[in-house]
């Protein structure tokens, strides 16, 4: 019977589902783990406090994934420049207005759900996807590749650059999604080159006058620095969990470094992933992030229009960019950011978007079946397919 | 489908690319867990991080115009590291440091601090408590300069460990009723305790790592932040306040007593002004211990004071008139098998209604009650009780004594209880419960719950607003009450107060003496008291004063409380011009108004300059404390050096500012007036000999 529902409501790549669940138990084991000192702090002791926030959460993304995943991905080419008009204003009001966490306001409360929400992820998923719908629509010449760059660098100079002034990694990696996006989409590589150039001086720019850009110097140098002594002490923290784990871990819910690791739940949560579960632990995660990318390859392979194809890829590269952002941090592989880790980390209304950004890469996935008998013709015929 | 291929060798491309990153990920996780692994792990056992509670700044308390009765300074601890100092420096400095480490601290000997200084060194010690002495600023900047110290924190070792400490302006004055806290700030007693939820904040919380031996804060984000507690604003006058401590003091002094207090209540508002409470010590001494006034060590029977309520009874609840006569006999009376005196010998024989009360006469008041209410004694307690007395306040301050009137219903009530409690015996209530009575009387019938506190405050921000409950909206009748206090004010003009007759305005009360009640049968000592209000024609202050255990020979009430009262009276009455009239203009608050600046601590004075879009800048170099001047539109700071041993120049400073200047300066702070600093006795720049006093003139 649930084989059933599952075949009946679950469209899609199987895998995927599969991989994003997988991942979303983790997710709440390591989570309810992590917040204990939170709870303590904020809560008054209440650690269920988060673990309850945090499930409803999860489940609301997956329903997010469902809800996604059902819509014919074309939609959302047009979804998506509306979402990107309304982010610029939300991103402004933000950075003006905005509440502030660590002296950086990226989030607005929402006043009737009393719920923070960050416009910037919004931004983002809308950015990824009118960068994969102006691309696809200009495959035929280098001439219409030229022409499809200055609206994407219109775009994503605006977005990234307002992002830059209270949140700086965030702006970086959707610049260098974006980069990545346009050499998948077949812009020649001088092109890129050009971007990347303006890219670094628009951000130098926005460091110079926005909210971060002392904090940016300053972790950046850190990581330069071959002093052991300056090493930032997330980071030390950070060694500290990772070494501590070994190759099997801890066992779940025995963190210790937890309770001195800032942000264990989002930020840092893979150190707590590989204190807990050890070595296995950690590579099982990455292994699962590099599936998810796979099946988003396949997804591609299998997609008739560019559009699909080019959609998700876009978004499943964005994803598990972040992921390995978020990981190598972790390691010390990079310096401090403060990306959570996707479909993992506690993170609010983020989550509800990355469920969009997979219900999306689903719905390309599934498009793509339902559509392959009638091909080419309208949405009409599609619905009745998908019911029957 | 070139284009398709050309797009997938592209994707297969960045694939790649991850891949690789991932097997990055890999190799780090292996390299930290491998080879860095022992480092790692041994730097997890070396670090010691704690969560440590960050202080909340603890609000302050203002008296009724503002003035600081409580605030929070910060003093210092001495520690040391003695590991940190080079054994040269150690060597050459170390007899002057402890030869000066002992002159100024007087609790160990010069070779003592040396010996711990050198055991510690040897023990590898990075934190030595040098004293448990805490001391200012100014004392903490001469340390400072010491040898070894005055090489800093790394080079020196010297460690100053900030503590907040309570600090009263007014020193003990009022201190019971102020309060006072423990050495972690919280409160203990007085209204420090009754609302230390408001006055504590909440601490915050930190994480902290131990290194060289003190806990530095992690910068981590994750701290939650300490809130400052509120501020209060009580209702006492300070003036007032000062006014009825010494004269309470002079009179127990003056009487040997045990202990006294004193109440003094706004009529209309009731706002208490005053509260005072004063114990002998074991050393003959008095000090504020305990709030009698208030607590239920204070609830005792209070004797005649309380004819009062028989007296309303009797006029409100029978035809009784204040002329009809009382036959008191020659003194004594039996009611059953115990015997009930008069104070004077012979007895008042066939008197007035009137004369019984202005007289005291104990039978005469006893013979009425039983007359009216012996076969309904009920009746009598109800009456008592449904008027408002015999059920606790509930006072803004906590531990306030419960009140008790014995009811026919109890199991000790006997023939005897109703006449006894006639004249303030068989009842228990504390001075405060007993005022509140009278000032019902005075407030022509409405009794209110007396208040302390007005307001609870956040800067200027009120966050909670306090008014007295109303108990009674009408205690009787217009007649009655015409009548009770014709009667009281009666007893002072020819009953047992006309010893405090005289005085050019009215004063209304009666008088209390009762037996005490010790160990289980009344002794010879005796609680003198006498509750009352002034003017008697239009009452503005109601006040009690009650005087427990008076020796040498005088004991009545007459003779021991009623003499305080009038003296607190009378200073009120010379001193407070708004007794004279019948209204005040309310006070006007104008806030639209900019303050001056005109002096004080730099940063905060540019930082408000600076919200408000003053254009400011800085004259002086580098000064902490200074003077504005008007250049064009803008104010410039011009420095105004505190100098150590000068006494410094405060006008222009708020008195908080002034305080922390000059009580720094080693000078004792007498204050006057409120508002800004207007005149100080001592001459800037003069020498500062130590303890010395300075009075300023705030305007």
């Known amino acids: ?44 002791g209440d650690t269920e406090y988060y673990l309850m926030k945090h499930s409803v959460l999860t489940i609301l993304s997956l329903v997010a994934i469902w809800g996604a995943h059902k819509i014919d991905y074309r939609y959302y080419s047009k979804l998506s420049k ?81 992002i830059a ?45 926005g909210q971060r850009g002392q904090t940016v110097i300053s972790r950046v140098q850190s990581f330069l620095s071959d002093d052991e002594s300056a090493l930032p002490f997330q980071a030390q923290q950070s060694y500290i969990a990772v070494a501590s784990g070994g190759i099997v871990g801890k066992g779940p819910g025995q963190s210790d470094q937890r309770n001195f690791l800032p942000h264990p739940y989002s930020d840092f949560i893979y150190a707590i992933i590989i204190e807990e579960y050890g070595m296995i632990g950690g590579v099982t995660v990455i292994l699962l992030y590099l599936a998810l990318l796979y099946r988003g390859m396949i997804v591609f392979m299998q997609s008739e229009r560019a559009y699909g194809g080019l959609l998700s890829a876009a978004l499943s590269f964005a994803l598990v960019m972040q992921a390995f952002i978020n990981m190598g941090v972790a390691v010390g592989l990079g310096p401090i950011t403060g990306l959570p880790l996707p479909l993992v980390s506690m993170g609010g209304t983020s989550q509800l978007f990355m469920g969009i950004s997979i219900g999306i890469i689903l719905s390309v996935s599934r498009g793509e079946l339902d559509e392959f008998p009638s091909d080419v013709k309208g949405n009409g015929k599609r619905k009745v397919a998908a019911m029957a | 489908m070139n284009i398709k291929s050309s797009i997938l060798l592209r994707v297969r491309v960045a694939f790649l690319l991850v891949v690789l990153f991932a097997g990055a990920v890999v190799y780090r996780i ?31 308390i203002y008296s009724d115009n503002g003035s600081l009765l ?48 050198l055991e510690a060194r040897k023990d590898k010690r990075q934190y030595l408590l040098l004293s448990r002495a805490e001391i200012n600023y100014q004392q903490k900047k001469k340390i400072m300069e010491w040898p070894v110290f005055r090489e800093g924190r790394n080079k020196g070792g010297i460690i100053f460990e900030k503590v907040e400490k309570r600090y009263h302006p007014f020193s003990t004055l009022g201190y019971r009723t102020i309060g006072s806290v423990d050495e972690t700030e919280k409160g203990t007693v007085g209204l420090e305790y009754s609302f230390n939820n408001q006055l504590g904040g909440i601490d915050g919380k930190a994480l902290f790592q131990k290194m060289a031996g003190s806990w530095r804060p992690v910068f981590d984000g994750t701290e939650v932040k300490a809130k400052d507690g509120l501020d209060i604003e009580t209702t006492i006058d300070v003036n007032l306040q000062d006014v009825a401590e010494s004269a309470l003091l002079a009179a127990l002094s003056d009487h040997n007593a045990d202990y006294g207090s004193v109440v003094l209540m706004e009529v209309k508002t009731g706002e208490i002004k005053a509260m005072s409470n004063l114990s002998k010590n074991p050393e003959g001494n008095y000090w504020e211990r305990y709030n009698y006034a208030v607590g239920s060590q204070g609830a005792v029977e209070p004797g005649s004071t309380f004819k009062l309520a028989s007296m309303m009874a009797l006029l409100e609840e029978t035809d009784l008139k204040l ?58 307690i109800d009456f008592v009780k449904e008027m408002g007395v015999g059920q606790p306040l509930g006072f803004q301050m906590a531990g306030e004594g419960k009140p008790y009137i014995k009811s026919p219903s109890d199991s000790s009530w006997s023939g005897i209880s109703l006449p006894w409690i006639s004249h303030g015996y068989e009842l228990k209530l504390t001075p405060l419960q007993t005022l509140t009575m009278f000032n019902a009387v005075a407030n022509d019938g409405k009794m209110i719950t007396p208040i302390i506190v007005r307001s609870v405050r956040k800067a200027d921000k009120v966050v909670e607003e306090f008014e007295p409950r109303v108990i009674n909206k009408r205690i009787c009748s217009k007649e009655t009450l015409a009548n009770l206090r014709e009667l009281l004010e009666g007893v002072v003009e020819r009953g047992t ?34 509750a009352g209000y002034f003017p008697a024609d239009a009452p503005k202050y109601s006040c009690i004063v009650v005087i427990d255990n008076p020796k040498n020979y005088r004991i009545y009430g007459s003779d021991v409380a009623a003499p305080v009262f009038k003296e607190i009276a009378d200073k009120i009455y010379s001193q407070d011009i708004d007794v004279h009239k019948e209204y005040r203009p309310a006070v006007a608050y104008q806030t639209e108004v900019f303050p001056v600046v005109r002096a004080g601590f730099l940063p905060e004075l540019s930082m408000i300059c600076n919200e408000f879009g003053v254009s400011n800048h800085e004259m002086a170099d580098d000064e902490e404390w200074v003077k504005t001047r008007l250049v064009g539109k803008s104010i410039g700071w011009t420095a105004n050096k505190v100098k150590e041993g000068l006494v410094p120049d405060v006008a222009g400073m708020t008195l908080r500012d002034a305080l922390f200047v000059l009580e720094n300066a080693g000078l004792k702070v007498r204050i006057e007036g409120d508002g800004r600093v207007e005149s100080q006795s001592r001459m800037a720049g003069t020498r500062v000999s130590e303890g010395s006093e300075i009075k300023i003139k705030l305007g």
């Open chain 1, 1 to 44: 019977m649930i084989k059933e529902w599952i075949e009946n409501n679950l469209k899609g790549d199987p895998i995927i589902w599969a991989i994003v669940l997988a991942l979303s138990v983790l997710s709440i084991l390591v989570v309810y783990s992590a917040t204990g000192t939170l709870a303590y702090a904020k809560m008054g």
């Open chain 1, 82 to 162: 509306l979402a990107l008009w309304v982010s610029v204003p939300l991103l402004m009001i933000t950075y003006l207005f905005g509440n502030t966490m660590n002296e950086a306001s990226r989030w607005l409360t929402i006043p009737v759900i009393n719920q923070a929400f960050q416009p910037s992820d919004l931004a983002k998923l809308a950015l990824f996807v009118t960068i994969a719908s102006i691309l696809s629509k200009r495959q035929q010449s280098e001439e219409e590749l030229k022409e499809s760059l200055i609206p994407i660098l219109l775009w994503c100079g605006v977005i990234c650059g307002l």
């Open chain 1, 165 to 209: 002034m209270s949140n700086f990694s965030t702006a970086v990696l959707i610049f260098a999604t974006c980069m990545l996006l346009m050499f998948i989409g077949r812009v020649p590589v001088k092109y890129l080159a050009m971007l990347v150039m303006i890219g670094a001086l628009s951000g130098a720019v926005a460091l110079t006058l």
């Open chain 2, 30 to 60: 292996f390299y930290l867990q491998r080879i860095q692994g022992d480092k790692w792990n041994k730097m997890a056992e070396q670090i010691s991080l704690r969560y440590l509670p960050v202080k909340a700044t603890r609000g302050n």
């Open chain 2, 70 to 117: 409580a605030t929070s300074l910060p003093f210092f601890k001495v520690a040391f590291d003695p590991s940190q100092p080079s054994d040269e420096l150690l060597k050459k400095n170390l007899d002057s440091l402890t030869y000066l480490l002992s002159r100024t601290f007087k609790d160990n000997s010069a070779k003592e601090y040396r010996r711990r200084i």
């Open chain 2, 323 to 380: 002329t009809d006569t009382v036959q008191t006999g020659n003194g004594e009376y039996k009611f059953y098998n115990q015997v009930m005196k008069d104070h004077k010998p012979g007895g008042y024989g066939t008197i007035t209604v009137k004369q019984m009360f202005e007289s005291s006469s104990n039978i005469g008041i006893a013979k009425l009650v039983v007359e009216h209410f012996g076969k309904k004694p009920s009746e009598f």
């Open chain 2, 497 to 530: 107060a006309s010893n405090i007759n005289g005085t050019h305005y009215k004063i209304a009360g009666k008088t209390g003496t009762a037996k005490k009640y010790v160990n289980g049968k009344y002794v010879n000592q005796y609680y003198a008291s006498f």
